[in-house]
């Protein structure tokens, strides 16, 4: 049996800043993040450095006792913290009458495992109020202890090291069959894992899929999360799944919607459609955490090493999924925002991630699971460029080799670690 890091210890969540900073501003801040990511952990931090308790919502007679009673727990004058608040539905009202009188930054932290806006109903009750924090898996920095610095370095304009890492093919494999749930990264064995994914899908289905809608053809479910997690890293191709599962296309697009309100997937827009000629418009899915993603499919790290065609196939769409998650758990943490997308033209062009700077300037970022860069990695970069102008973009190709080297005055050839590990 290989050996699996196993997470021992508690992780500091970068988050836990973001969001301690995002009270001092907004009236309501919204943490959400799927199911078992950590946000529990958060709110308590959350509570203990603003003095205030957390009100579990998760508890049912927590919940009877803030229905009966919403202003005796609501009406505080510390934050009051909520976790899972969307099983109080009514508690959302009371909290905007509370606003309308008062909209002080600070007033509520709510906490939840759907997707913010996926309930029409909760979302109009706090439109315009509300500062929503997204809380992804652990990423690789948290799980070393080590604060990345990629994309905000990148989005200031700024270069990372060239210098070399200590990762290769076998451990990006690794990390990504791994995943970054803090639940299963605690378990011993790569069996225990495969358990504890296939209990999480069950219960995200069965559970938090039913709170936000009735399904009549639940059985789909399974079936289409696997869909998905066979088109990670690829173009949402709605009419393709539903060919392949023998479903109506209507109810596949709108079962696709509640898996991404529940945080099995989610999709990354198409970058410069307004802006650029022959720029398509249909997005890419990924799932959000490549350690269930590879549960589904049934993918090992030996079966993602393994010299086949297929598997090589299958890495190269999970790694792009596990760095641009990455990239985007980063790209969350900044001050300022920033819009990340992926860009493809009609013609076949394509870039995997653009990160669009304030400036209007961009970064075109490629992820190779080869551990060399061929003159036709650059392609869709090199296209970019001559739509806006090479001082306009700066590229980026990850790989999986050791070494970072330039390849042009705005190219750079780095390895994926770069992502996390320290200048």
Same mark, same amino acid.
């Given at each position: 049996m290989s050996r699996i890091f196993q997470l021992k210890k508690p992780v500091a969540r970068r988050v836990l800043d973001v969001a301690l900073q995002r009270v001092t501003t907004s009236p309501v801040v919204a943490l959400v993040g799927p199911r078992?990511?950590?946000?529990?952990?958060?709110?308590?931090?959350?509570?203990?450095?603003?003095?205030?308790?957390?009100?579990? &919502?998760?508890?049912?007679?927590?919940?009877?006792?803030?229905?009966? +009673?919403?202003? !005796?727990?609501?009406? %505080? #004058? *510390?934050? @009051?913290?909520?976790?899972?608040?969307?099983?109080?539905?009514?508690?959302?009202?009371?909290?905007?009458?509370?606003?309308?009188?008062?909209?002080?930054?600070?007033?509520?932290?709510?906490?939840?495992?759907?997707?913010?806006?996926?309930?029409?109903?909760?979302?109009?009750?706090?439109?315009?109020?509300?500062?929503?924090?997204?809380?992804?898996?652990?990423?690789?920095?948290?799980?070393?202890?080590?604060?990345?610095?990629?994309?905000?370095? &990148?989005?200031?304009?700024?270069?990372?090291?060239?210098?070399?890492? +200590?990762?290769? !093919?076998?451990?990006? %494999? #690794? *990390?990504? @069959?791994?995943?970054?749930?803090?639940?299963?990264?605690?378990?011993?064995?790569?069996?225990?894992?495969?358990?504890w994914f296939d209990q999480y899908v069950q219960l995200t289905l069965e559970k938090d899929v039913a709170e936000i809608a009735k399904v009549r053809r639940r059985v789909i479910l399974p079936r289409l999360a696997a869909a998905v997690a066979a088109r990670t890293g690829q173009l949402l191709n709605t009419t393709e799944i539903a060919r392949g599962l023998g479903a109506d296309r209507n109810t596949v697009e709108d079962y696709l919607r509640l898996l991404e309100a529940v945080f099995l997937h989610h999709v990354l827009p198409a970058w410069g459609t307004t802006l650029l000629s022959r720029a398509a418009s249909t997005p890419k899915v990924h799932f959000v955490d490549t350690g269930l993603a590879s549960r589904l499919l049934r993918v090992t790290k030996e079966k993602l090493l393994a010299a086949r065609p297929s598997a090589l196939q299958q890495f190269g769409h999970l790694l792009e999924t596990f760095v641009v998650g990455e990239i985007q758990k980063q790209a969350h943490w900044l001050e300022a925002p920033v819009d990340v997308g992926h860009w493809r033209t009609h013609d076949g062009d394509e870039v995997d991630l653009v990160i669009e700077r304030v400036d209007g300037s961009v970064v075109a970022i490629e992820v190779k699971s080869a551990a060399d860069v061929r003159a036709d990695d650059l392609r869709g970069i090199n296209a970019l460029s001559r739509k806006l102008g090479h001082d306009q973009v700066t590229g980026v190709v990850l790989h999986t080799g050791r070494s970072g080297w330039r390849i042009g005055k705005n190219v750079l050839a780095l390895p994926i670690a770069r992502l996390w590990q320290p200048d």
């Open positions: 078992a990511s950590g946000k529990s952990t958060v709110l308590a931090s959350m509570a203990t450095v603003l003095g205030s308790e957390v009100l579990d &919502l998760d508890d049912p007679a927590v919940v009877r006792a803030v229905v009966a +009673d919403p202003m !005796r727990f609501l009406d %505080a #004058e *510390r934050p @009051v913290l909520i976790d899972e608040y969307a099983r109080a539905p009514e508690a959302l009202e009371v909290i905007k009458r509370l606003l309308n009188r008062d909209s002080r930054p600070g007033r509520f932290v709510l906490a939840g495992s759907t997707r913010y806006g996926s309930v029409p109903a909760i979302a109009q009750s706090l439109t315009g109020r509300v500062d929503i924090v997204p809380l992804w898996p652990l990423s690789q920095g948290e799980l070393l202890g080590t604060e990345e610095s990629f994309v905000a370095r &990148l989005a200031a304009g700024g270069e990372p090291s060239l210098g070399d890492v +200590d990762e290769d !093919r076998a451990g990006y %494999a #690794e *990390r990504t @069959v791994s995943g970054g749930m803090p639940m299963a990264l605690r378990l011993p064995t790569a069996a225990a894992r495969a358990r």
